[in-house]
């Protein structure tokens, strides 16, 4: 009895147990499968056009960033055409903490397609890193529709870039850059082609840390086969997550 009573007071006075640590405040991102519509993006050897994989693999990614806490929006859903202002401007009129636009890359020559595969990753900049960035911005920027504002064409972001919000954005986005190409690199065992800088249309707008992935050569032929199956775009999908939950962790430290 004594001994009953004696653990029902210790029970009382003990402490609360102790929670379960914070879960991370959720964040908002959003995805951006390249192309649609009228717009087909690049296309494989086989006549894969590169709108449909994007959003495969954008499907396959949203789960994975919801299961880290995230709130995800797609730019389009469906085979549909979002013009290029409108697709960061969805990611600024949702305060979304990052915007990854995903792509595939294609080369125009015949020796190119053959000999071309690898991932790159691009972050927004007034000049491009090399002659293949400036190619890839061109080729993605090529679906500006009619009626999109024309930025100035002698330097299409140097003006936005005069915004410091936006200059603080593009030190996140290069680190968010960095995070998703280790890890899709490491996934893949593709080809790294880097991590560079380019004037893409669609990123020019975002005012938070924004990316756009080239994920791999759908012109290549044994590349493209890779794209186009399931295991890999899971592959893919699941580096993009993995990416942004050790983005995520390293800004939370910051
Ligand atoms: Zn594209």
Known sequence: MLASLLAA???????????????????VVVVDPGHGGDQDGAISPGGVKEKD???????????????????????????????????????????ADLFVSIHLNSMATAAGRRTSAGVE?????ADASDANAAAAAARENADRMAGEPLPDPGDPVAGILQDLEQTAALAGSSRLAYALHERLIAALG??????????????AGARMPA????????????????????????????????????????????
């Open 9 to 27: 007071a210790l029970t009382l006075a003990a402490p609360a147990p102790p929670r379960a640590p914070p879960s991370p405040p959720p964040f």
């Open 53 to 95: 994989v994007v959003l495969q693999i954008a499907r396959r990614l949203r789960p994975k960033l919801e299961r880290l806490g995230a709130r995800v929006v797609l730019t389009r859903t469906g085979d549909i055409g979002v013009p290029l202002t409108t697709r960061a401007a969805v990611a600024n009129g949702l305060k």
């Open 121 to 125: 990753t691009y972050f927004l900049s």
């Open 190 to 203: 593709s080809e790294d082609r880097g991590v560079k800088q380019a004037p893409f249309y669609v990123l």
């Open 211 to 254: 990316v756009l992935l080239e994920v791999g050569f759908i012109s290549n032929g044994a590349e493209s086969r890779q794209l186009l199956s399931a295991a890999y775009q899971e592959k893919i999908a699941r580096a993009i997550a993995a990416g942004v939950a050790a983005w995520r962790a390293a800004e939370r430290r910051r």
